[in-house]
Nanobody
Framework: QVQLVESGGGLVQAGGSLRLSCAAS????????MGWYRQAPGKQRELVAV???????DYADSVKGRFTISRDNAKNTVYLQMNSLKPEDTAVYYC????????????WGQGTLVTVSS
């Protein structure tokens, strides 16, 4: 069973920085993509950033130039460095993994709350 454990959320003032981490454990033969999504109160979950197996990345327009996604393949861990945070970045951030274990898997983390105060 593949599991994701997130850490790094918290309260920060506008303009500050946070770094989220997401570690995958279990039987994983291949990771096609790992990414971060977020869901603010009353809104739908949206993609923030994704990194695919070849190393390519993609970002939501709202975070381009401020957030950076990276990964440590040896640790099956993905990071999200968030700089110049804005109050509108406040949300629960979820890690997502798509890959293969004994078959295709898509797994979500439990979520970590990021609160940006003005």
């Amino acid at each position: 069973q593949v599991q994701l454990v997130e850490s790094g959320g918290g309260l920060v003032q506008a303009g500050g920085s946070l770094r989220l981490s997401c570690a995958a454990s279990g039987i994983i033969f291949n990771i096609n993509a790992m990414g971060w999504y977020r869901q603010a109160p009353g809104k739908q979950r949206e993609l923030v950033a994704v990194i695919i197996s070849g190393g390519s990345t993609d970002y939501a327009d709202s975070v381009k130039g401020r957030f950076t996604i990276s990964r440590d393949n040896a640790k099956n861990t993905v990071y999200l460095q968030m700089n110049s945070l804005k109050p509108e970045d406040t949300a629960v951030y979820y890690c997502n993994l798509r890959g293969s274990s004994y078959g295709y898997v898509e797994v979500w983390g439990q979520g970590t709350l990021v609160t940006v105060s003005s």
